[in-house]
Nanobody, 117 residues
Framework: QVQLAESGGGLVQAGGSLRLSCAVS????????MNWFRQAPGKEREFVAG????????SYANSVRGRFTISRDNAKNTVYLQMSSLKPEDTAVYYC??????????WGQGTQVTVSS
């Protein structure tokens, strides 16, 4: 079991940048992968980006590829989502998500990102 705490959300103008952080605590040795999801008002939660905890391979939703970068600092037990060229449609609550080797999953509380036009 791990605990996740997101930070870094806020209000930004279109074209701007934000960096989200996800601090991970608990049984980090059992993590297989970390992801960012987002949920806009009235929409389903959707995958944004993912990273393998050990090897560092990454994956992205088509809507953010080339604009967002996921990374991790294993020494700090922190996962980041660098978001650039933000668009109003990126407005959502962003959630950190952990996949454990056992198959269990954990979610953070979410952080609000609002992009104004």
């Amino acid at each position: 079991q791990v605990q996740l705490a997101e930070s870094g959300g806020g209000l930004v103008q279109a074209g701007g940048s934000l960096r989200l952080s996800c601090a991970v605590s608990g049984r980090t040795v059992s993590i297989s992968g970390m992801n960012w999801f987002r949920q806009a008002p009235g929409k389903e939660r959707e995958f944004v980006a993912g990273i393998n905890w050990s090897g560092g391979s990454t994956s992205y939703a088509n809507s953010v590829r080339g604009r967002f970068t996921i990374s991790r600092d294993n020494a700090k037990n922190t996962v980041y989502l660098q978001m650039s060229s933000l668009k109003p449609e990126d407005t959502a609550v962003y959630y950190c998500h952990a996949e454990m080797q056992t198959g269990t999953r954990s979610w953070g509380q979410g952080t609000q990102v609002t992009v104004s036009s």
